[in-house]
Nanobody
């Protein structure tokens, strides 16, 4: 079992920055990669970013809507993944979810490719 806990959500003005954290516990050695998704009311869950948790090289992937503004990073010693969000827009308002991929069977940008999910943290960007 893997447990994920997100933190860092809140209210921020447009153009501002916010940093989210996702702490993993349990069988963390089974996690191949972790990702961030977001979901606004009435909309489908959207892929935000992904990063591998093992290996000497770091591979990151971003959704088109956040590329150039968001940065995903990792701290393997703390079993934690971060999402630095800069130049926030009102369209970024959503519940942000952390997810873990332990099977490597799915597509990185689809929610079906992840096995464990956190409870989510609300990010609200005011205009």
């Amino acid at each position: 079992q893997v447990q994920l806990v997100e933190s860092g959500g809140g209210l921020v003005q447009a153009g501002g920055s916010l940093s989210l954290s996702c702490a993993a516990s349990g069988r963390t050695s089974s996690i191949y990669a972790m990702g961030w998704f977001r979901q606004a009311p009435g909309k489908e869950r959207e892929f935000v970013a992904r990063i591998n948790l093992s290996g000497s090289k770091t591979y990151t992937y971003y959704g088109d809507s956040v590329k150039g503004r968001f940065t995903i990073s990792r701290d393997n010693a703390k079993n934690t993944v971060y999402l630095q969000m800069n130049n926030l827009k009102a369209e970024d308002t959503a519940v942000y979810y952390c997810a873990a991929d332990t099977t490597r069977l799915g597509t990185y940008s689809r929610s079906e490719g992840y096995d464990y999910w956190g409870q989510g943290t609300q990010v609200t960007v005011s205009s």
